[in-house]
């Protein structure tokens, strides 16, 4: 886990499947869902006497968050074009009791791939 994240407590479960669709084409359908707790791992630990009652996973409200999405690439000699898109359905967002939030998120790339050949002296 890196250490860019705003909280250190979460899991994530994650579902793919790959289709190929055509010739150098292939779909990626997505599932995810994923909680996340307000564990900081900056913050000091807890007195020993308050182990007992201190959350190891998922201190404070937990996000959770539901994404469906398809993927879809397309590969011709040496030119290729991905994407990736879907909706992050948020439920208690920004760790707000009870707010929810839908975002539409996605992204497209369009890529030239080149080589060069030769013989090893």
Do not use: C
């Amino acid at each position: 886990m890196g250490l860019g994240r705003n909280f250190s407590d979460y899991d994530q479960l994650t579902l793919r499947a790959s289709l190929l669709a055509g010739p150098g084409v292939l779909v990626q359908p997505e599932a995810t869902l994923l909680r996340q707790g307000e564990g900081d791992f900056r913050l000091p630990y807890p007195p020993v006497a308050a182990y007992g009652t201190t959350p190891t996973l998922f201190a404070g409200v937990v996000e959770r968050t539901v994404r469906l999405a398809v993927g879809a690439a397309w590969q011709r000699g040496a030119w290729g074009l991905s994407g990736n898109g879907g909706v992050h359905v948020i439920r208690n967002a920004g760790h707000v009791s009870g707010a929810s939030q839908t975002k539409w998120i996605g992204a497209l790339t369009l890529a030239y791939r080149f080589h060069v050949e030769g013989v090893l002296p």
